[in-house]
């Protein structure tokens, strides 16, 4: 299989599943867990839990007042119930209700985050990226400042920006359309999956475009077709990357199935974010390379 020659079939999917993304983020946006926004944490143990679903705890909190609570069931039966930030009075009254309804409560833990300190960790999140980002491009950029020719130091640079917005953006997209339809919050694990897929895809991207300069260094002097030593090049890390990732696949898999439903969707961006990363690595960060290069020689004539 020729990438190249196939290259805006590969950029043509990535490009539908983008904006995609980027729809269902500016139409249903990221619903913000207790960490991001405010609120109270709050972690139970029923007498009858065993018998006790999910809809069951929620039914009896909307009927004291809290109709925007969350509530999810942990794999050892405690239940991990996310409410706004509410009064000690409050507390006792809900506490007191799920006494009556379900038996003996057992209180794990009580915890309120208020909105202050949620934007303060929603900046430092945002920061984060932006950082690792701004690092990784002048890294990139630095390593491969001894192939200037024919391609540009700066482009490997910004097109490990381009793929890295690629891998973030699909597994945020989802969530989003995830948030809307099944009411999933994001949390700072949210943000920790998006550096893992972060860190994993430009890894494989730089060992794509490792390959590219070696083959570029051993030809110089000489005659050669930049779209074939590209192709090239992908074919000859192909292996390497597609064996990494499925590696990597099978851990989150057996955490996707076996782990605590409490880490499900943590699991699942990265296990998305991976798939997606292995995929810009080869199908899409080569072939935009090579198309902006044409680009730049068709402008320059």
């Known amino acids: ?20 993304a980027i729809a269902a ?27 006790t679903t999910e809809s069951d705890v929620q039914a009896v909190l909307a009927g004291n007042g809290q109709t925007e609570a969350s509530v999810k069931r942990a794999s050892d039966g405690t239940f991990i119930i996310g409410l706004p930030n509410i009064t000690e009075e409050t507390h006792h009254a809900l506490l007191q ?47 491969f400042r001894k192939v200037s020719r024919p391609i540009q130091s700066w482009k490997y640079g910004i097109v490990t920006l381009v793929t890295l917005f690629h891998d973030v953006v699909i597994p ?13 919050e994001i949390d700072t694990n949210f943000i920790v999956a998006l550096l893992v897929v972060m860190g994993f895809s430009v890894h494989d991207t730089i060992v794509v475009f490792d390959r590219i300069r070696e083959n570029i260094l051993l030809a110089r002097g000489k005659a050669f077709d ?29 955490m996707l199935v076996f782990g605590p439903p409490s880490l499900f969707f943590f699991v699942l961006t ?10 810009s690595s080869i199908f899409v960060a080569s072939p935009l390379l090579y198309v902006w ?5 068709r402008g320059a004539k």
């Open 226 to 254: 930049l779209g074939e030593l590209i192709d090239r090049s992908v074919h000859e890390t192909f292996q390497r990357s597609v064996n990494t990732s499925f590696t990597l696949f099978l851990v989150l898999l057996a």
């Open 172 to 184: 945020a997209g989802m969530l989003a359309i995830l948030g809307h339809l099944a009411g999933v």
């Open 97 to 143: 209700a799920l006494d009556q309804k379900f038996g003996q409560v057992n209180e794990e833990n009580f915890s309120s985050i208020g909105p202050a300190v949620g934007s303060e960790l929603r900046q430092k999140a945002i920061w984060a990226i932006v950082l690792v980002l701004f690092g990784i491009s002048l890294y990139i950029a630095y390593v």
């Open 25 to 51: 983020l500016i139409v249903f946006g990221l619903r913000a867990g207790i960490d991001l926004k405010g609120g109270t944490q709050w972690n139970i143990q029923l007498a009858a839990a065993p018998q």
């Open 270 to 279: 990265i296990m998305v974010g991976t798939i997606f990363g292995t995929y």
């Open 1 to 20: 299989m020729n990438v190249i020659k196939k290259r805006y079939w590969f950029l043509g999917f990535s490009g539908t599943v983008v904006l995609v």
């Open 293 to 297: 290069e044409k680009l730049g020689e």
